[in-house]
C-alpha cells in the first residue's frame, strides 16, 4: 500500500529552526510537495521537490531523498504566524497525490 | 498560479437533505479534484471531476453519494447527498495545471449536518 508519515506535532521557539521529517512509500514518484495549513484554511503551495538535494526558497528550504524514501521541511527564523499544519504529499504513478497526515507546529514566544 | 472561489464557505444543513458546493476557477486546467477533510486529519480524495464525463471516484465514494459534475475547464459541483452527521466535514475543490505540478485549493466549504 501507499504510505506517508510525518510527525503528528511538533513545537519550537520563535527564532529558532525546526526539521519536519516526512517519509514516504508509494506506487511511483513524480515528486513530492509541502503544503502549509492554517487552521480553517484551506493549504497552500510551499515547495516541489522532484531531485534530489536541496530546494531554498527563503525561510523555508526541502529536502528529497529518493533513495530513502524521504524529505524534510526546514523552516529557519521562526515566527509566530508560522504556527500551522504542514503537509507532505507525494505525487505517484498516476499522477495522484497521496497525502499525508500534517505535523502541527507550535511556536512558543 | 490558478484562483479558485468555493461556494458556500460553510453551511449548516439538516440531516436528509443535499448540500451542492461550486467550485470557479480563473482559467482553464485540466484536472479538478474534491477532496474531504475531518478536523485534524489528513486530506481524503473523493473523486477527480471529468470534463464531460463521469467523475472518478476513490474507494468508499460512490456516485449516489457525491454525484459531481464538471461541465466545463473551469468549472465543477459536488452535491453531498441524503446527508448525515458524519457527513459533517471540510470539503476541498482542488485543480492542477497539468501533470508533476503543483495543486491549488479552494478555500473551502465547512458542513455541519444537525
Known amino acids: 500500500g501507499q504510505n506517508i508519515d510525518q510527525p503528528t506535532e511538533m513545537t519550537a521557539t520563535e527564532g529558532a529552526i525546526v526539521q519536519i521529517n516526512c517519509t514516504y512509500q508509494?506506487?511511483?514518484?513524480?515528486?513530492l510537495f509541502w503544503y502549509q495549513q492554517h487552521a480553517g484554511e484551506a493549504p497552500t503551495f510551499l515547495s516541489y521537490n522532484v531531485l534530489d538535494g536541496l530546494e531554498e526558497k527563503g525561510r523555508f528550504s526541502s529536502f528529497l531523498s529518493r533513495s530513502k524514501g524521504y524529505s524534510y521541511l526546514l523552516l529557519k527564523e521562526l515566527q509566530m504566524k508560522d504556527s500551522a499544519s504542514y503537509l507532505c504529499a507525494v505525487m505517484d504513478s498516476n499522477y495522484q497525490l497521496i497525502w499525508g497526515a500534517g505535523t502541527k507546529l507550535i511556536i512558543k514566544p | 498560479s490558478a484562483v479558485i472561489s468555493q461556494k458556500p464557505s460553510r453551511d449548516i444543513c439538516q440531516r436528509g437533505t443535499s448540500l451542492t458546493i461550486q467550485c470557479q476557477v480563473d482559467?482553464?486546467?485540466?484536472?479538478m479534484f474534491w477532496y474531504r477533510q475531518q478536523p485534524g486529519q489528513s486530506l481524503t480524495l473523493i473523486a477527480t471531476?471529468?470534463?464531460?464525463?463521469?467523475?472518478?471516484?476513490e474507494s468508499g465514494f460512490v456516485i449516489d453519494k457525491f454525484p459531481i459534475s464538471r461541465p466545463n475547464l473551469t468549472f465543477s459541483t459536488l452535491t453531498v447527498s441524503n446527508m448525515s452527521p458524519e457527513d459533517s466535514s471540510i470539503y476541498l475543490c482542488s485543480v492542477s495545471t497539468g501533470e508533476g505540478t503543483e495543486a491549488f485549493f479552494g478555500q473551502g466549504t465547512r458542513l455541519t449536518v444537525v
Open positions: 471531476a471529468n470534463q464531460g464525463s463521469e467523475a472518478t471516484y
Open positions: 508509494t506506487s511511483g514518484f513524480n515528486g
Open positions: 482559467s482553464q486546467v485540466t484536472m
